[in-house]
């Protein structure tokens, strides 16, 4: 049976490393959930969410790296009804530019639909969950680097036989591949095996849109 010690490291550089740790000193301790603990929390909330980052990476290839955190997605409407979802069990924080206020009776919507929710129990305890919103206005999801690119929910993520939803790893990757961080490669180097033609082919043009002259380029 797989444990954590079977996971890589991350490769982070000595930049990466202090950067990390400033963060911690100013924003305070995480300790995320894992993508089924944080499935549990969810559970009865009845609008869309989905798994994105490092962790829909390892469950689309099968991956397992070390991950600073559990990043989850939501369209921007819907704030309000996750609000409501986790009253009394978690606090949820609206994370703009850095900038941090609790959500609830006084905020129930976020200004920027581009911004990301923090959850914790209060404020003696760790943060769990990272939420980088969607934003949306209509229901679909909408890509917030590809002007263009609005879709379904369900055209832009899979189910996995947990009953799970996770982001398409070629979009998460793009969205990584806007960073150039060195940790973000082996998650590159497992997906793409996977990719067929056609998903290769929408990755490079996007790139060449989001991270022109990357060198992912050359691979796809």
Known sequence: MATDDDREPLIRTAGEQAEDDAFLALYGDWDPLTPTEAANEFDGFERPWWVVGGWAIEAATGYRREHEDTDISILSTDVGSLVEHFRGRWHVWNNVGGVLHPL???WMQVDEPRSQLWLRRDARSPWVLD??????????????FLDDHLAQVSEVTWTASDGIRYLLPEIV?????????PKDQPDFEATLPLLTTERRAWMRSALEVVAPGHHWLDSL
């Open 173 to 181: 990757l793009v969205y990584k591949a806007r960073l150039g961080r």
């Open 131 to 144: 939420i980088p919103l969607t934003p949306s206005s209509s229901g679909e999801w909408t890509d917030k």
């Open 104 to 106: 609830g009776d006084r």
